[in-house]
T-cell receptor, first 116, second 113 residues
Framework: KAGVTQTPRYLIKTRGQQVTLSCSPISGHRSVSWYQQTPGQGLQFLFEYFSETQRNKGNFPGRFSGRQFSNSRSEMNVSTLELGDSALYLC???????????????FGPGTRLTVL | AQSVAQPEDQVNVAEGNPLTVKCTYSVSGNPYLFWYVQYPNRGLQFLLKYITGDNLVKGSYGFEAEFNKSQTSFHLKKPSALVSDSALYFCAVRDSANYQLIWGAGTKLIIKP
């Protein structure tokens, strides 16, 4: 099976712009989670989707939003970009049984966002 | 509240020596525990997990981890370190009633030849 793919791999934006990142999970995986990774803050959970429903949301402002499509592909959007949004954004998919279970997450390579 | 602690920001080990990367956790129910590794400029890769059963879990690349319920720890170990093991290691936990993973801050492992 193909792994988790994320597009684009690199993005450069300026403050105030908005950005959309895309994630395609492993075929058959219905759970998709998003994380922000920065050197100072480590791995921060953004949100998790399962069957097009957001089940969990981390402690991020409303500028960060996401959605999941019927084919389990997911997008996250960041509006009104700030310098502090520069980070590696990671997407992970999981093959949760009935939406639950201890299954591990499989990560994509990430999108490196730089805000100037 | 659930939490994970990786007390060491960095661990230095000579090649060929055993290595240990520490992780302690706090959950209200039965823990599900995970270790992931991140090589430079790459996403995270799953190494191993503990769900139930044998306290010693074996994973990828010769790594293993020992679950210790009384000490609420899940330390990652390898008998003989390789230079290629140099990477960032993350411990994560969730309890059986909650599907959100809680992540440690990560430990940078440096293996010197």
């Amino acid at each position: 099976k193909a792994g988790v793919t994320q597009t684009p791999r690199y993005l450069i934006k300026t403050r105030g712009q908005q950005v959309t990142l895309s994630c395609s999970p492993i075929s058959g995986h219905r759970s998709v989670s998003w994380y922000q990774q920065t050197p100072g803050q480590g791995l921060q959970f953004l949100f998790e989707y399962f069957s097009e429903t957001q089940r969990n949301k981390g402690n991020f402002p409303g500028r960060f939003s996401g959605r999941q499509f019927s084919n389990s592909r997911s997008e996250m959007n960041v509006s009104t970009l700030e310098l502090g949004d520069s980070a590696l954004y990671l997407c992970a998919s999981s093959n949760l049984q009935n939406g639950q279970g201890p299954n591990e997450q499989f990560f994509g390579p990430g999108t490196r966002l730089t805000v100037l | 509240a659930q939490s994970v602690a990786q007390p060491e920001d960095q661990v230095n080990v000579a090649e060929g020596n055993p290595l240990t990367v520490k992780c302690t956790y706090s959950v209200s129910g039965n823990p599900y525990l995970f270790w992931y590794v991140q090589y430079p400029n790459r996403g995270l890769q799953f190494l191993l997990k503990y769900i139930t059963g044998d306290n010693l879990v074996k994973g990828s690349y010769g790594f293993e981890a020992e679950f210790n319920k009384s000490q609420t720890s899940f330390h990652l170990k390898k008998p003989s370190a390789l230079v290629s093991d140099s990477a960032l290691y993350f411990c994560a936990v969730r309890d059986s009633a909650n599907y959100q993973l809680i992540w440690g801050a990560g430990t940078k492992l440096i293996i010197k030849p």
